[in-house]
């Protein structure tokens, strides 16, 4: 059974931090491209960052870019999103991705349950 968790969200005052954390199972980590998505309430879910199954190749979304990093570790199985300067913007459900496989045809594409992010002003 694959499972992603989540975890390390909650609520900060803008221009806070946050450091959230996706543990994986029942995979080889190693295999697979990681990612962070979001979702507010009413919006579509959207990428926030991918970062490629060696740690080579690394994206963030334009609105998120120079504010958040996105690193993994493959021997603890676990993908982390920093967050720093938060902004109320950024609240929303944050979701972890793993996918292997061709981007138009994954062979395999797992999601977490999410974990909430509060940003107040």
């Known amino acids: 059974q694959v499972q992603l968790a989540e975890s390390g969200g909650g609520l900060v005052q803008a221009g806070g931090s946050l450091r959230l954390s996706c543990a994986a199972s029942?995979?080889?980590?190693?295999?697979?491209?990681v990612g962070w998505y979001r979702q507010a309430p009413g919006k579509e879910r959207e990428f926030v960052a991918t970062?490629?199954?060696?740690?080579?190749?690394?994206d963030y979304a334009d609105s998120v870019k120079g504010r958040f990093t996105i690193s993994r570790d493959n021997t603890k199985n676990t993908v982390y999103l920093q967050m720093n300067s938060l902004k109320p913007e950024d609240t929303a459900i944050y979701y972890c991705?793993?996918?292997?496989?061709?981007?138009?045809?994954?062979?395999?594409?797992?999601w977490g349950q999410g974990t909430q992010v509060t940003v107040s002003s």
């Open positions: 991705n793993a996918r292997r496989g061709p981007r138009g045809s994954p062979w395999d594409d797992y």
């Open positions: 970062i490629s199954w060696s740690g080579g190749r690394i």
């Open positions: 029942g995979l080889i980590f190693s295999n697979y491209d």
